[in-house]
């Protein structure tokens, strides 16, 4: 396919370091990773193990975005049905094992007007998850901030049957 030149090209992978990842990671050199969990132990261990790819396929790791951070109720509250923290250790862990600051990004709640904003084709959820205010900005902003596009690059990909 061709995009033309791209701003940012989001892959929303499976969980873990299957053949998937690594061949993506391959195939799309100097990609950098956005590692998603959630708050759970189980699913930060899976998260952290695919993050480890960044090392092994030489990418930066862009940071952590926790979802599922706790149901925002009506009157403003938040309940953790999920645990807390999960996004928290991935960054920690994933920051010694590269030795650089992976930070955590933001942290989606399940949110009712989220789901309202997230109408298809709109890049308005993916905003409003990480937060609102001058720091989410500045993650947005540093997560979309690139030297230089795709275009022109060969990515290595070819039809099936060619």
Do not use: C
């Not at 998937?20 to 189980?42: E, F, K, M, N």
């Not at 396929?57 to 309940?79: C, F, H, W, Y």
């Not at 862990?93 to 109408?119: E, I, M, N, Y």
């Not at 298809?120 to 690139?146: C, E, F, I, N, Y």
């Amino acid at each position: 396919m061709y995009w033309g030149d791209l701003d940012v090209l989001l892959l929303d992978l499976p969980p873990g370091t299957g053949d998937i990842a690594i061949s993506v990671a391959q195939l799309v050199p100097g990609a950098d990773i956005l590692v998603v969990t959630t708050p759970q132990l189980a699913a930060a261990e899976v998260a952290e193990r695919a993050g480890a790819i960044a090392l092994q396929t030489k990418q930066r790791i862009a940071g952590v975005v926790e979802n599922m951070s706790g149901l925002l109720l009506p009157d403003g509250t938040t309940m953790q049905i999920f645990g807390e923290g999960g996004g928290r250790q991935v960054a920690e862990s994933l920051s010694r094992a590269v030795g650089a600051d992976v930070p955590l990004l933001g942290q989606v709640p399940l949110d009712p007007a989220l789901v309202a904003a997230a109408t298809p084709g709109s890049a308005g959820a993916v905003g409003a998850g990480l937060g609102s205010g001058q720091g989410a900005a500045q993650h947005r902003r540093r997560l979309s901030s690139r030297k230089r596009g795709l275009a022109g690059m060969s990515l290595g990909l070819d039809p099936a049957g060619r």
